[in-house]
């Protein structure tokens, strides 16, 4: 059934709607990637902190100056899911979006992997602020921030199929005669 105006008309189903707000889920990725990184490694398993490796939690001061840095990077995550909601929010309101749970999950694949491939080569290779496990010794640290590029890197990829199968799909459904873009798909 086709939605009710105001005045008592009714709007005709378009053929075609626009695009799924890939960019908002993104930055929902980018925001989730961050919040998992940042309750999960520093945090609960406390393997590192946002400063850890220039300034090592072995003292008090060194403690306070890494909740401070970590409090930084939770603020910018919070600040991605944020606009990530603004952004939905913005399409979601002009009705004119294409639901996809598959181009949700390639959204949010796309920002968490791409989250873990920046903070894997600027804070864990060039910049050495920290390691992803600062627990285990000096030798072993580069496995583990190979693991979690490699782990980013098959989100991406994972997050890049989805997104042209899911994009493909829409394609076809607004080819389609008598398609109805009220029906959820």
Request: net charge neutral; hydrophobic share 45%; glycine share 12%.
């Amino acid at each position: 059934m086709a939605p009710q105006l105001a005045t008592g008309t009714t709007m005709a189903p378009s053929t075609t709607y626009g695009d799924f707000p890939t960019d908002s889920a993104v930055l929902f990725g980018l925001g989730l990637g961050g919040f998992f990184d940042g309750i999960v490694f520093h945090q609960i398993l406390q393997w590192h902190h946002m400063v850890s490796s220039w300034y090592p939690p072995t003292s008090l001061e060194n403690l306070r100056i890494n909740t401070v840095w970590d409090g930084l990077f939770h603020s910018l995550t919070w600040l991605f899911v944020v606009a990530g909601i603004v952004l939905f929010w913005r399409r979601a309101s002009s009705r004119q979006i294409y639901w996809s749970t598959e181009l949700l999950l390639a959204g949010l694949l796309l920002g968490w992997g791409g989250f873990n491939l920046v903070e894997g080569v600027v804070d864990h290779a060039l910049l050495g602020v920290h390691h992803v496990n600062e627990t285990v010794p000096a030798d072993r640290r580069l496995g583990w921030d190979l693991a979690f590029l490699g782990w980013g890197a098959v989100m991406v990829a994972a997050g890049w199929q989805l997104l042209r199968h899911g994009n493909a799909v829409r394609r076809g459904r607004q080819r389609r005669p008598g398609w109805n873009p009220e029906a959820r798909p």
